[in-house]
């Protein structure tokens, strides 16, 4: 039964927390101990309230939606630049009500005020928004939620930083935009959070940052082998991103930086020297430590076509996904699929040896007859005896 007197004191406090800055930190105040001049951060080793036990998915979403209402007579659209968004509301409502660990606030990330990550044994969670005061170098606002021994708690402060001992802060210089999770030998989970930084409108960090929850708090984890140049808890890579967004056809390499292959227990960071190439350094788990083992293509990709230097661009056209490789010798290939299916699946064509027009920017494969022109905007021509037999456009993004 939905726990009416609760959801009525939600609503009021929540309403109260719009009107007044004083009431935000009043509220705030009664559950945190450190306080800042704009937020409150809630200490690591303090459990949120465990006072709605009767707190149904039905009435979360009635809760949802009036935070919504109120984010946006506040905040207005969150897609636009203006007041600082900083979500106190939300914040309030994550720190004091337990049970949203478990609700998926899809309303709340359709509408743009919040992105919700979680882990898949569903214990650890992050909430994190543009709090639009960063222009390009965009500044992050977050707050974890996680769970430890029966108990929910909450967590302020940049992922990134907890290895260097720096766990509050009012800002988050890093977003963490996914969560991988693999197991120790003992069968504990260990997270491996992938974390975001828009460095300029050019440039763009991620990183994997390692951590556990132990002892009731959120600590990093040394889970990579000793490496002279790199440190042992996080592996992370610097890129360009307008090279990587147009190379990959409007987006579809943001999916790519960072994978794991759960059957063979490998992860793959991408190599960026001197930009992404689609190829990546693989580091097997063994249940203690990742293990650098060398180089390759995406496991994601046929066995067949993980030899490669450099990728060169993927489109999609109406009945066709289209990869063009550069290859070690500097030659071109080109790879196909009829129906776009994954690139995981046997090609329907390879050919090699094909050469690239840099006036045109067309890429050029000949087979028997045959001449397969791609160009990176416009997609796919075939020509038999100079006979125009095929033509499609690409699509605006693979999917």
């Known amino acids: 039964m939905i726990n009416r ?13 719009c009107n007044s800055r004083s009431s935000d930190n009043n509220v705030l105040q009664a559950t945190s101990s450190e306080t800042s ?10 459990p ?22 109120i984010l946006k007579e506040r905040y207005g659209d969150p897609n636009e630049y203006s007041e600082c968004m900083l979500n106190d509301e939300l914040i309030d409502f994550i720190i004091k009500e337990p049970l949203t660990l478990d609700y998926q606030f899809d309303s709340l990330q359709s509408r743009g005020f919040a992105n919700v990550v979680t882990s898949e044994d569903g214990n650890l969670r992050f909430y994190y928004w543009n709090d639009r005061t960063g222009g390009t170098c965009i500044s992050w606002r977050s707050i974890c939620q996680y769970r430890s021994n029966g108990k929910i708690y909450t967590y302020r402060g940049d992922i990134s930083q907890l290895k260097y001992g720096k766990q509050n802060e009012e800002y988050i210089e890093s977003a963490p935009t996914s969560i991988i999770t693999i197991y120790d030998n003992s069968g504990s989970p260990i997270y491996l959070v992938n974390t975001y930084i828009k460095e300029s409108s050019q440039w763009g960090y991620e990183s994997i940052e390692a951590i556990k929850i132990e002892n009731d708090k959120l600590t990093p984890v040394p889970i990579f082998d000793v490496d002279s140049h790199r440190d042992m808890y996080t592996r992370g890579v610097e890129y360009t991103i307008a090279d990587w967004y147009f190379r990959a056809n409007n987006g579809e390499g943001w999916d790519w930086l960072f994978s794991y292959d759960n059957k063979n227990k490998i992860l793959y960071i991408p190599e960026a020297e001197p930009e992404l190439s689609d190829r ?8 203690e430590k990742m293990h650098y083992i060398g180089t390759d293509g995406g496991f994601w990709l046929h066995p067949s076509i993980r ?3 450099f990728l060169e661009l993927v489109l999609d056209t109406k009945d066709y996904r289209i990869r063009v490789d550069k290859m070690f010798d500097n030659s071109y290939r080109y790879v196909a699929w009829e129906n776009k299916i994954t690139m995981n699946d046997t090609p329907d064509i390879v050919l090699l040896n094909g050469t690239f027009d840099e006036k045109n920017s067309n890429y050029h494969f000949k087979n028997k007859g045959y001449e ?7 997609g796919i ?9 095929l033509s499609q456009e690409r699509c605006n993004k693979t999917k």
Not at 381 to 387: L, P, Q
């Open 5 to 17: 007197f609760f959801i009525a004191a939600f609503l009021t406090i929540i309403l109260s927390s």
């Open 37 to 46: 001049a704009e937020c409150t951060i809630q200490n690591d080793s303090t």
């Open 48 to 69: 949120s309230s465990n006072s709605i036990s009767e707190f149904t998915y039905s009435a979360l979403k009635e809760a949802e939606m009036k935070l919504i209402e």
């Open 280 to 287: 990546y350094s693989l580091y097997r788990y063994d249940g």
């Open 307 to 309: 030899s490669f230097k």
């Open 372 to 378: 397969y022109i791609v160009n990176e905007n416009t």
């Open 381 to 389: 021509v075939v020509k038999y005896k100079d006979r125009v037999i």
